[in-house]
């Protein structure tokens, strides 16, 4: 009788754990969310008329052939091309189907970009304290993935923000960050400058209700953004890159490095303004003799650097880049700079106070 007792105890027990499990949503390792992310997250690369780059930014896939981001990556393109973290293959934008320029969100149409899809989740259930991981392109180094935690949930206006500690760059604009199960509870989007993990995302939500709405596409050179004067943004503001300017571009060697994948360089970066200047961020754009945008190479230098004074910096490029734009013709006829066009855009920068 004891024995049956028991047995009975014992199927109670595993029948109430059976239960429980069911209703149980059990969190996925870090390393499985990054896994199954990165196969969902793209590159972007905004061109202008000439071809020549724009911006570098982020987006994930929401549907077959359509890929969300913020607007401000596209803002001001007339083209651009995508593609999958990890992968060469590169899909032309075709346009825009949805934007949403008060939170800064668009969806794209890549035609041909078929990927796994990241599931949305309902941005009103997160909670401060959550972790939370984010996955994009800081400065062009893809798939960067960062962990962190809901910090707060800001107000602005009738709006949201989610505040994170997960880091956001220049580049990271539009890649998705992702709740513990790896469903999108917010699209990244702004940093403050001056601040420690001030780093912000576009709740979902507002995400889900663009996605359903997408219509027609809007060829990238016909768009003509209607900016909402009471932005989600409107106190993260931008900053004019007047009086920062690029000069004296170098190679490091004096010799033919052929033998080394990746061939250095440096130049110089001159402080025009009456304020030291620091955490500058800028493209070197390298093209080959028939004009046409070789490579790029995002730079972040950390500074500071004082009023009316220059500094030298340094960077790297496939050697490749090198063979093509400054013939070698031996070590007695070494040439240190390109024959070809060597092009600066600085993204930002921040005063030094």
Not at 96 to 102: E, F, G, H, P
Not at 301 to 318: F, M, N, Q, T
Request: proline residues 5%; charged residues 20%.
């Amino acid at each position: 009788m004891i024995y049956d007792r028991r047995i009975s105890h014992a199927l109670i027990c595993l029948t109430g754990i059976l239960i429980f499990q069911a209703g149980v949503v059990y969190a996925e390792s870090a390393q499985q969310i990054a896994k199954r992310a990165f196969r969902s997250t793209v590159l972007l690369v905004m061109e202008d008329s000439n071809g020549q780059p724009l911006s570098l930014g982020s987006g994930f896939i929401v549907h077959d052939e359509e890929v969300a981001s913020n607007l401000h990556v596209v803002e001001g393109a007339v083209r651009g091309y995508a593609k999958l973290v990890g992968q060469k293959t590169k899909y032309d934008i075709k346009g825009i189907t949805a934007v949403d320029s008060k939170r800064d969100l668009v969806i794209l149409k890549i035609p041909n970009m078929k990927s796994r899809v990241l599931s949305i989740s309902n941005s009103d259930n997160v909670e401060v304290g959550e972790p939370v991981y984010a996955v994009g392109n800081p400065q062009g180094l893809e798939g960067t993935f960062s962990q962190g935690i809901v910090s707060s949930i800001r107000e602005v206006g009738d709006d949201k923000l989610l505040q994170i500690t997960a880091p956001i760059s220049p580049g990271s604009s539009g890649g998705p960050v992702l709740n513990s199960e790896g469903k999108v509870i917010g699209v990244s989007v702004a940093t403050f400058k001056g601040g420690q993990n001030l780093n912000f995302a576009i709740p979902s939500n507002y995400l889900k209700a663009l996605v359903s709405s997408a219509g027609p596409v809007v060829p990238m050179d016909r768009f003509k953004s209607a900016a909402s004067k009471r932005s989600i943004l409107s106190d993260l503001g931008g900053k004019s890159t007047k009086g920062i300017s690029v000069e004296s571009f170098i190679w490091d060697s004096d010799y033919d490095n052929s033998y080394i994948r990746d061939q250095g360089f440096t130049f110089s970066i001159r402080n025009h303004l009456r304020s030291a200047v620091r955490n500058i961020i800028l493209l070197v754009i390298f093209h080959d003799r028939n004009n046409m945008p070789l490579d790029v190479v995002p730079i972040k230098y950390l500074g500071p650097i004082p009023a009316r004074l220059a500094r030298r910096v340094g960077g790297s490029v496939d050697y490749s880049v090198k063979k093509i734009t400054t013939p070698y013709k031996g070590i007695s006829n070494f040439r240190d700079k390109p024959d070809t066009k060597i092009e600066y855009r600085i993204l930002s920068f921040e005063i030094d106070n």
